[in-house]
Nanobody
Framework: QVEVVESGGGLVQEGGSLRLSCTVSGPGLNIFSMEWYRKPPELERESVARITNNNEITYADSVKGRFTISRGSAKNTMTLQMDNLKPEDTAVYFC??????????????WGRGTQVSVSP
């Protein structure tokens, strides 16, 4: 059974830092890309940062220069270093991985999320 587990959330003051981690495990994995999403209170889920197997990285404009995404050498782990956090970064953060026989025929794998709260 495939499992996606996030960790590293918590409560931090404005200007502080947190580091989120994600590990994907299970049989038959062939991961093409991994991505962090977040869902702020009463708002829609949004993409925060994405990284492909070719290390192509994209960030949401709201986090550029503050967040850094990276993947482990085994390609089934991902981290998100979040610096200079702002209250508007408060959200549940989700790990997403796309896995399958090819990028066009891949399945979205999701974790349950980890809460990040930033106080003013």
């Amino acid at each position: 059974q495939v499992e996606v587990v996030e960790s590293g959330g918590g409560l931090v003051q404005e200007g502080g830092s947190l580091r989120l981690s994600c590990t994907v495990s299970g049989p038959g994995l062939n991961i093409f890309s991994m991505e962090w999403y977040r869902k702020p209170p009463e708002l829609e889920r949004e993409s925060v940062a994405r990284i492909t197997n070719n290390n192509e990285i994209t960030y949401a404009d709201s986090v550029k220069g503050r967040f850094t995404i990276s993947r482990g050498s085994a390609k089934n782990t991902m981290t998100l270093q979040m610096d200079n956090l702002k209250p508007e970064d408060t959200a549940v953060y989700f790990c997403n991985a796309k896995s399958g026989p090819s990028p066009l025929f891949s399945t979205d794998l999701w974790g349950r999320g980890t809460q990040v709260s930033v106080s003013p």
